[in-house]
Each structure stands twice: as C-alpha cells, then as structure tokens.
C-alpha cells in the first residue's frame, strides 16, 4: 500500500445467542427446523401483538459486556429500526441506538510478540431477521425467479458487538476476531459474574466487574472512563435511572396521572 495511506480498521461482529426461546417471544430459538415452524403472531408482527424480553438473553448479552471490560449501563432502552426487506416481517427491528447495555470496553489481541489494545464502543442486543433464499441458477437476487422467507430465525437474540477503529493491519483484524471468538465462547458461561467490591484482610476494597445496579446515571467503578458520553449522559439525566416513582417525566413521555377509581364523574379534570 501507498505511504500516503494507513489503514484503518474497525469492525461490527454479530453474535448470535444460543438461548432456549426468542428475543421477544415463546418460540424455540432451534438451528434446522423446518420452514416457518418456529414462529408466532409476535415474531411475524401480527397486529396487536406486544414484545416481552428475553431475560436470558440480557443476562448474556451483559456477561459478554463484563467479559470485555465494558462499563454496564443500570438502565437501557429498546429503539424500533425502521425500514423494509422481506425478511423482516414487522417492517420494522427491535434494536437499541444510544441506550446500549454496554459502553467502552476493550479486549487486548497479540500481532507479532506486541500487546495492543483495541476499544470496543459498544454490545447492544437486538433481534435477528428471517432467512431468503433466492430461487435460481446463482442464487443471487439479480438472478432470481422468485424469493422464499423462512422466519425461523426472525426474533432470534442477535448481540452486535462494535469496535472502536483501533486495527492497523489485516494481522491485526485477524487476530481481534480470533481473540473475541474465544472471549465470547467462555463469557457466557455460568462462572463470569458480576459481583460487588469486597474488604482485603489489608483494609483495602477489592472489586470484581462492574455491576449495573447503580441507581446514578453514568456512574462507573471505572476510573478510566465515563459509562457514558456526554451527548448520552445528558439524556441519562433526561430520563433518569429508569422506570420509579419520583423519576420526573422526560419530553417523550406523556405525564403520569394517578391510578383512577370510581365512576368518571368522579375524575379530577385532567
């Protein structure tokens, strides 16, 4: 390559969860079942049909976050990613955009007898689309007769993890994936937990990864970095930690009235 380019390189790797069910649904998350067995009204987007998380898949998705060093968020939101493909048949993808459950990691990698490290920006969780396939002699969309959809795999829980554009060298790309499979093989297994500082027998405080119970915005055990950046700290303190009683209500939320009882001439005005 020229001198008067350097190459830089990041990388957004997708992880797919191996838990029992979907992301937002009852259906079994199951590799080769026949077509469009594995579904339901939620992952096919019926009308009228409301998401439940996946607890094990936030569990996961949070291990894998500890695993990278990542600062854990004590609250985040789900975002709708807008937009049309067939395999998608909500029209639309349950994602997250500046609320992720993990922010500013790093995972260390060896190219030629050098430790470099390179940042991870962010593990957010969101849900995988279906499969097409399309019907021809190559295969390929331009090609193609007709299309078919397999929504097995619509719904699956999908982790996006994001690199920071800290690789320098294909050797470098290499040897990242090759470090973040093996990190992610063993960061979500039942040892990797998430556990509170402790008093040493010297008086000092000993402290695991950060737990994401804290109940201020932004707050890290880090000394390194912020949970968050500013742009998104100042949202946090928006919104607040999360859903209580004396959180006040943000712009994007309508103001919470209190629970009415009685018959409606006995409603205060609103």
């Not at 569990?59 to 854990?72: F, M, N, Q, R, S």
């Not at 937009?83 to 909500?90: E, I, T």
């Not at 040892?191 to 010297?202: A, D, E, G, H």
């Amino acid at each position: 390559m020229s001198d008067d380019f350097e190459t830089v390189i990041g990388l957004e790797c997708h992880v797919e969860l191996a838990t029992e069910t979907k992301m937002f649904c009852g259906c079994r998350n199951v590799f080769g079942a026949p077509p469009n067995t594995m579904v339901c009204p939620v992952c096919l987007g019926h009308p009228g049909t409301l998401p439940v998380p996946n607890e094990k898949a936030i569990e996961y998705t949070i291990k894998i976050g500890l695993a990278l060093d990542c600062d854990i968020a004590p609250w985040s939101l789900f975002h709708r990613k807008n937009y049309f493909y067939p395999d998608m048949p909500k029209n639309f993808q349950i994602s997250q955009y500046d609320l992720p459950l993990c922010v500013n990691g790093h995972l260390e990698i060896e190219v030629d007898g050098r430790i470099r490290r390179v940042g991870i920006t962010r593990v957010h969780l969101e849900e995988d689309t279906g499969k097409t396939t399309h019907a021809g002699a190559t295969g390929r969309i331009a090609e193609a007769d007709y299309a078919l959809e397999d929504y097995n795999r619509a719904g699956v829980p999908l982790v996006e993890v994001v690199s920071e554009p800290d690789m320098r060298s294909p050797e470098e790309a290499r040897a990242y994936l090759i470090s973040l499979r093996a990190t992610l093989e063993a960061g979500t297994s039942p040892s990797l937990t998430c556990r509170r500082s402790s008093p040493t027998p010297n008086g000092s405080r000993s402290s695991g990864p950060s737990c994401p119970s804290s109940p201020r915005p932004g707050a890290t055990g880090s000394p390194r970095s912020t949970a968050l950046s500013r742009a998104r700290r100042s949202r946090w303190e928006r919104l607040g930690p999360g859903p209580s009683s004396s959180r006040r209500p943000s712009r994007w939320e309508p103001t919470p009235r209190p629970w009415r009882t009685g018959s409606p001439a006995t409603w205060p005005a609103s």
